[in-house]
């Protein structure tokens, strides 16, 4: 697979998510557990472990943006 795909496959799982973002979600640190369970976690695919970090990062710029913003 070329470096667009994984590009293109990334895009579009962080547009999925954005789409469904709470409140919540931005009131959590960037390395914050997305859950307090300590039940056994399913291995996720490595895109969308790369995906959740690439959002993490564009979530955390933003907040940083903003806050540069106001003052």
Do not use: C, H, W
Not at 42 to 61: P, T
């Amino acid at each position: 697979m070329s470096v667009d795909i994984y590009k293109k496959k990334i895009e579009e799982y962080i547009s999925k998510k954005e789409s469904s973002k709470t409140e919540l979600d931005s009131a959590r640190g960037l390395l914050a557990p997305k859950t307090m369970n300590k039940e056994v976690k399913q291995q996720q695919d490595m895109i969308s472990n790369i995906s959740e970090f690439i959002y993490a990062l564009r979530q955390k710029r933003n907040e940083l943006k903003i806050k540069r913003g106001k003052k």
